[in-house]
C-alpha cells in the first residue's frame, strides 16, 4: 500500500502520516487477472497490471467500464484482482467499483500504524519525515 502511494521516491512527507489506512472488506468474486487463462481470454499481458504506461491504464479502465456496464447489477463482479507491480510475489492488489458495497473493518491515521512505519523503513528502503 505504502508503495503504491509513495513509489517511486519510497519517501513519506510529515504531512501524509495524517493519512488514512483503511481496512474494507469487499464479499463477492472478482475478476481476477492474475491468471494467465483470464489473461489469454482478454488478449492480455501482465503489464496490465504492472505497467505505469498509460495507454495501458486506460485499457485496464476501459475493461473495468466493459464489465461494469454490461452486466446487470446482480452479476457484476465488485472488483477486479491484479498483481502488485511493487511486489508480486507478496501482494496481491484490489480495484473495486465506487457502486461496490464495502465494510469499514478499521480506519486508524498512518501515523498511529507504527507497525507499517517500521517495515517500510527497514524492509522497503523508506525514509519518514517526522
Do not use: C, K
Request: net charge negative; hydrophobic share 40%; charged share 25%.
Amino acid at each position: 500500500m505504502l508503495r503504491e502511494a509513495f513509489d517511486p521516491d519510497r519517501h513519506i512527507p510529515a504531512d501524509s502520516l495524517q493519512r488514512w489506512v483503511v481496512t474494507l472488506t469487499v464479499t463477492g468474486r472478482a475478476l481476477d487477472l492474475r491468471t494467465d487463462d483470464t489473461l489469454d481470454a482478454f488478449g492480455l499481458d501482465d503489464q496490465i497490471s504492472t505497467s505505469r504506461d498509460p495507454r495501458v491504464w486506460q485499457a485496464a479502465h476501459s475493461l473495468a467500464d466493459l464489465h461494469w456496464n454490461r452486466h446487470s447489477v446482480r452479476d457484476r463482479m465488485p472488483g477486479i484482482v491484479y498483481r502488485s507491480r511493487t511486489t508480486p510475489q507478496h501482494n496481491t492488489n484490489l480495484a473495486w467499483f465506487a457502486e461496490t458495497p464495502v465494510t469499514v473493518t478499521s480506519a486508524v491515521r498512518l501515523t498511529d500504524r507504527l507497525d507499517l512505519l517500521e517495515a517500510a523503513i527497514t524492509s522497503d528502503g523508506f525514509t519518514v519525515e517526522l
